[in-house]
T-cell receptor, first 115, second 113 residues
């Protein structure tokens, strides 16, 4: 069966510090990968998605970047965090070809507090 | 641009009640619609997925319906229990060839014992 792992679960970082959140998927190949952010009281905002190694699409211009160095690894990064980067970050994946209609699966999320 | 709305934002009901959560979307050209549950501080768990050609899906006490022409979906929860307390989100997937899922802001449900 497929599983998705996301870490760290919780992170408190000072303004101006770097960020690295990592996500890996097991039990499948060539998944579509996503990074979402969920701010308090708001819906999920799609930040990045990737359909293959090295292929990254950015949805919202901001202080963050994403990379996909391996087929099932997706990394969210920042060189200098801002207070507004605080939030709940969710990694997700969907099968490249899904006979059940492109279900999307989520990791457990990473809480980021920038202080 | 597709927009997804969920009303109400919060709902509190006594245990045992049947309830309906609503999801509206502005563009009827969707590939599928999915309902999720999110417990506080956790990721999203998929509950039901309805293909654009389907009218409803059922899983246990949950029933989701889809009316594409009117841009609406409902999630019906029968005989609610305190363990159903969570935030429920719906998401639409645009037609094949695009990879973005567009989420509503969710309905926060509290079932009182």
């Amino acid at each position: 069966s497929q599983t998705i792992h996301q870490w760290p679960a919780t992170l408190v970082q000072p303004v101006g510090s770097p960020l690295s959140l990592e996500c890996t998927v097991e039990g499948t190949s060539n998944p579509n990968l996503y990074w979402y952010r969920q701010a308090a009281g708001r819906g999920l905002q799609l930040l990045f998605y990737s359909v293959g190694i090295g292929q990254i699409s950015s949805e919202v211009p901001q202080n963050l970047s994403a990379s996909r160095p391996q087929d099932r690894q997706f990394i969210l990064s920042s060189k200098k965090l801002l207070l507004s980067d605080s939030g709940f970050y969710l990694c997700a994946w969907s099968p490249d070809r899904d006979p059940s209609g492109n279900t999307i699966y989520f990791g457990e999320g990473s809480w980021l507090t920038v202080v | 641009k597709q927009e997804v709305t969920q009303i109400p934002a919060a709902l509190s009901v006594p245990e045992g009640e049947n309830l309906v959560l609503n999801c509206s979307f502005t563009d009827s050209a969707i590939y599928n619609l999915q309902w999720f549950r999110q417990d506080p501080g956790k990721g999203l768990t998929s509950l039901l997925l309805i293909q654009s050609s389907q009218r409803e899906q059922t899983s246990g006490r949950l029933n989701a319906s889809l009316d594409k022409s009117s841009g609406r979906s409902t999630l019906y929860i029968a005989a609610s229990q305190p363990g159903d307390s969570a935030t429920y989100l719906c998401a639409v997937k645009p037609p094949s060839g695009t990879y973005k899922y567009i989420f509503g802001t969710g309905t926060r449900l509290k079932v009182l014992a």
